[in-house]
């Protein structure tokens, strides 16, 4: 079974640029998450969606981050403009329907250095 | 709001047992998590425990969860060199909604 998709793996920018990651979840799995993950801490969770639509955005800097899940499979997640504390790794993770499965699977990550 | 605090560090020695720890404030979760993450890579389940349970037990390793003081534990068996990575601790709400995660502690296993 293929696991859960990112890329790209690494990206730098200057501060201001627009930068676009992108996560391909398990086949069947309804639910995708994307977490930030700031160095020495834990996994922060921006966004959650249910299939096409979203479920816990509160944590989500909306003046400048964006997500999107089209067709409740591949999700895209947006920054624009980035600044310096953006840097961090964003992690995808994907599971099954709540009611079936808590466990969450995680991509490998895309390492963002804003500079 | 919610929080989930760890220890930062643990160095054990191969084959000793291993026990990394876990307090958190939110008396309504409902799930509690171990993951562990290697270098450069996601995090992976390793086990889980619902919160109307006190210990769980998966070949190698043992939850202990005390509800009253908000307070989990895992317990490494056997810590092999292979062990060696950082484990964080995660609480979520009934549904798997609101997943919160401690910032991990590291693991040294030292042969």
């Known amino acids: 079974e293929a696991g859960v998709a990112q890329s790209p793996r690494y990206k730098i920018i200057e501060k201001r640029q627009s930068v676009a990651f992108w996560c391909n979840p398990i086949?069947?799995?309804?639910?995708l998450y994307w977490y930030q993950q700031i160095l020495g801490q834990g996994p922060k969770l921006l966004i959650q969606?249910?299939?096409?639509?979203?479920?816990?955005d509160s944590q989500l800097p909306k003046d400048r981050f964006s997500a999107e899940r089209l067709k409740g499979v591949d999700s895209t997640l947006k920054i624009q403009p980035a600044k310096l504390e953006d840097s961090a790794v964003y992690l995808c993770?994907?599971?099954?329907?709540?009611?079936?499965?808590?466990?969450?699977?995680f991509g490998p990550g895309t390492r963002l250095t804003v500079t | 709001g919610e929080d989930v605090e760890q220890s930062l560090f643990l160095s054990v020695r191969e084959g000793d047992s291993s026990v990394i720890n876990c307090t958190y404030t939110?008396?309504?979760?409902?799930?509690l998590y171990w993951y562990k993450q290697e270098p450069g890579a996601g995090l992976q389940l390793l086990t889980y425990?619902?919160?109307?349970?006190d210990m769980k037990q998966d070949q190698r390793l043992t939850v202990l969860l005390n509800k009253k003081d908000k307070h989990l534990s895992l317990r490494i068996a056997d810590t092999q060199t292979g062990d060696s990575a950082i484990y964080f601790c995660?609480?979520?709400?009934?549904?798997?909604?609101?997943?919160?995660f401690g910032a991990g502690t590291r693991l040294f296993v030292k042969a």
């Open positions: 969606f249910q299939n096409n639509g979203v479920v816990d």
């Open positions: 995660a609480e979520s709400d009934t549904g798997g909604f609101k997943t919160i």
């Open positions: 086949s069947g799995h309804a639910t």
């Open positions: 425990i619902f919160s109307n349970m």
């Open positions: 993770a994907s599971s099954l329907e709540p009611i079936i499965s808590y466990e969450q699977y």
């Open positions: 939110d008396s309504s979760s409902t799930y």
